[in-house]
């Protein structure tokens, strides 16, 4: 696992988890190897970078051929504003939070430049407050790595 916040880490560590990294999703390179994981996911963090250009170029970077990435951002139309203001009603804080949601074009956009292939979209809500007064339309994504050309293979 590997989250900007010590807290979230130690959430985890409280799961049960141990093998967990302290770093920045928009900090290039990722503390992996290249080639080195078959699968990566990423839920409840993508709301919060405006350009993901560097998570999809490390993540095609560090997964295996053919391996998988799921994620989910928050959804919104073409015609939409992009940033969203999320009020202190709904974060629990004394302070506004601003979150970023993308439409499918930009995240289409990201997958098929960072060499990933499509394979599935699921749209949901998520509840903003806990009273359910008020929801984020999210989508969800299945998409997997393409093989990278050889040079050695012949077209």
């Known amino acids: 696992g590997m ?4 807290e979230m880490l130690d959430a985890c560590r409280g799961k049960g988890f141990t093998d967990l990294t302290q770093h920045d999703l928009t900090a290039r390179p990722y503390p992996f190897p290249t080639g080195s994981l ?3 996911v990423c839920v409840g963090t993508l709301n919060f970078i405006r350009d993901l250009t560097p998570v999809f170029e490390e993540t095609a970077r560090i997964l295996r051929d053919g391996g998988v990435f799921v994620f989910a951002v928050g959804d919104r ?10 009020g202190p009603e709904h974060t629990m804080t004394d302070a506004p939070v601003t979150m970023y949601r993308h ?5 289409e956009a990201w997958v098929t430049a960072s060499g990933f ?36 293979r012949q077209c």
């Open 117 to 152: 292939t499509l394979l599935r979209t699921l749209a949901f809500a998520v509840p903003m407050d806990r009273a359910k007064t008020s929801s984020q339309p999210i989508r969800a994504y299945l998409v997997r790595k393409s093989a990278t050309p050889r040079p050695d």
């Open 77 to 86: 139309d073409e015609d939409e504003p992009a940033e969203l203001e999320v």
């Open 3 to 6: 989250d900007l916040a010590p």
């Open 103 to 107: 439409s499918g074009r930009q995240v």
């Open 38 to 40: 078959d699968h990566a």
